[in-house]
């Protein structure tokens, strides 16, 4: 199932505003899929899909601009 590109743009919007949510964070540990990992765990793995969703993005939209050339 191919998702749209406008999709790939919300998700990595989305993710970004939770990674800036989580430098508010005053605990040390969060749970991520049912382990507690340090903080910085935690938002470097939201910032990695943020970057990859809008890799994502770019890449599709560079697509489309090749093809219409």
């Not at 406008?6 to 993710?15: E, F, H, P």
């Not at 430098?23 to 765990?41: A, N, P, S």
């Not at 993005?57 to 489309?64: H, V």
């Amino acid at each position: 199932m191919k998702m749209r590109k406008n999709v790939y743009l919300a998700l990595a919007i989305l993710l970004l505003i939770s990674f800036i949510d989580s430098l508010f964070y005053t605990e040390r540990t969060h749970k991520l899929f049912f382990w507690e990992v340090d903080i910085w765990v935690y938002r470097l793995f939201r910032l990695g899909i943020a970057v990859l969703f809008m890799k994502s993005y770019l890449d599709i939209r560079s697509a489309e601009k090749l093809k219409e050339e």
